[in-house]
């Protein structure tokens, strides 16, 4: 059960700039820090953004993330092929004591 | 590098036990910063967190599986596991291991492997 919600779609032609908005409460994104994931196809889910926005080595500056209250989002920016993927928004919730995830947003490069 | 690899049946029956081990490389799983965790994917859908463990033995579950799921370390093997019980259809799906600090999530994950629920 996903409790953080995206936008099940979002596209854009190669050299544009796509974001993904997630939404979540008080007692997850609202007081933690928010992680993003890109999962191809058939693949388990790479981390692309950590602590709201800090990026792990080798994953590409065109990625970037924000958070405000207790929304996040995730921007592409100069998109290419091979970001057309699943990407999914996370947060630790207090209530469960335990992390939750968004409900995906596929990302089409038309 | 830290390596995280599941194992188990890919198969199980109906209201059997479903069983999975997580074996870690490329670090001990005894660390003190990090928990240990089980996350799921159904077929075409979102991701789940199933529970985690602490080296210490630990447990913290997801409420919505906690009368189903046990989680278990062995320290001495690297390795930590689950078991569901009394599976259905629904529990069909990819079966993740992961590693997470105390209120963050996952950084490393491993492969998955798929386990279905079939008779």
């Known amino acids: 059960q996903s409790v953080l919600t995206q936008p099940p779609s979002a596209s854009g032609t190669p050299g544009q700039r796509v974001t993904i908005s997630c939404s979540g409460s008080s007692s997850n994104i609202g007081s933690n820090y928010v992680y993003w994931y890109q999962q191809l196809p058939g693949t388990a889910p790479k981390l692309l953004i950590y602590?709201?926005?800090q990026r792990p080595s080798g994953v590409p500056d065109r990625f970037s993330g924000s958070k405000s209250g207790t929304s996040a989002s995730l921007a592409i920016s100069g998109l290419r092929s091979e970001d057309e993927a699943d990407y999914y928004c996370a947060a630790w919730d207090d209530s469960l004591s335990g992390p939750v995830f968004g409900t995906g947003t596929k990302v089409t490069v038309l | 590098q830290l390596q995280l690899q599941e194992s188990g049946p890919g198969l199980v029956k109906p209201s059997e036990t479903l069983s999975l081990t997580c074996t870690v490389s490329g670090g001990s799983i005894s660390s003190s910063s990090y928990y240990w965790g089980w996350i799921r994917q159904p077929p075409g859908k979102g991701l789940e967190w199933i529970g985690s463990?602490?080296?210490?033995?630990?447990?913290y579950y997801n409420p919505s599986l906690k009368s189903r799921v046990t989680i278990s370390v062995d320290t001495s093997k690297n390795q930590f596991s689950l078991k569901l019980s009394s599976v259905t259809a629904a529990d069909t799906a990819v079966y993740y291991c992961?590693?997470?600090?105390?209120?963050?999530?996952?950084?490393?994950w491993g492969q998955g492997t798929l386990v279905t629920v079939s008779s």
């Open positions: 463990i602490y080296y210490s033995g630990s447990t």
């Open positions: 992961a590693r997470h600090e105390w209120e963050l999530p996952p950084d490393y």
């Open positions: 602590r709201n926005n």
